[in-house]
């Protein structure tokens, strides 16, 4: 079934109480996809990890916990998954575990080479120029960083008819290979999987000197 326009824009940002219900619902429907995208990580005790797009939060306590003596960052664009997220992951915060900022990928606040892994899970379809946002993204990734970057490939007409297209843009897994390898990244590797009766791409990658 199509989503309506208003809900999809509620998705790349939510807001409101509407936007509060939707991220209950994302919790649940992206669940076991987020799983998959920590498993892919390999997260290790003390690394440092940054969620971009962590919405409701929940993802960003399941890594804190995989990396006890670490500390894990997160950026979000709405101010209602900041505070959602924020009061979830209050005690984290609170012993400096985890960090969560209003931030955009495309200018993410904070210094080169600072990050083990980074992983980023249905956010790719609302970067209005997804290079930008993978070479700030590299930027942060020390070397031999890994990132995991979790979508719906263009291949599953099913699902890109369910998304509208004005807000919505679906990538191939070539085109994803394509626009990490332009940027520098090397030995783009792509895992299909199907994940709560979607079919789903994950591209894993490690940044090089």
């Not at 409101?16 to 892919?40: D, H, I, Q, Y």
């Not at 959602?84 to 900022?101: D, F, H, P, S, T």
Request: aromatic residues 10%; glycine residues 8%; proline residues 4%.
């Amino acid at each position: 079934m199509r989503r309506p326009e208003f809900i999809a824009r509620q998705a790349s940002c939510p807001t409101g109480f509407l936007g509060r219900v939707l991220a209950w619902v994302m919790a649940a429907e992206t669940a076991s996809a987020n799983e998959k995208a920590l498993e892919l990580l390999t997260l290790k005790p003390g690394e440092r990890v940054l969620e971009v797009g962590f919405g409701h939060g929940r993802t960003v306590a399941r890594a804190a916990a995989l990396v006890p003596g670490g500390y894990v960052a997160g950026v979000d664009v709405s101010e209602k998954m900041l505070r959602m997220a924020g009061y979830y992951n209050r005690r984290l915060i609170k012993e400096g575990q985890v960090e969560l900022k209003l931030a955009d990928s495309s200018r993410l606040p904070y210094p080169d080479e600072c990050f083990d892994k980074v992983y980023a899970i249905h956010t790719l379809y609302f970067w209005a120029d997804p290079q930008q946002h993978l070479r700030e993204i590299a930027r942060v990734m020390k070397m031999g960083a890994r990132l995991v970057v979790g979508f719906g490939p263009k291949e599953d007409k099913r699902v890109v008819a369910n998304f509208p297209a004005t807000v919505y843009r679906f990538y191939t897994s070539d085109e994803v290979r394509f626009l990490l390898e332009e940027i520098g990244f090397t030995e783009v590797r792509m895992v299909n999987q199907r994940v709560s009766s979607r079919n789903l791409a994950f591209a894993v990658v490690q940044r090089r000197a």
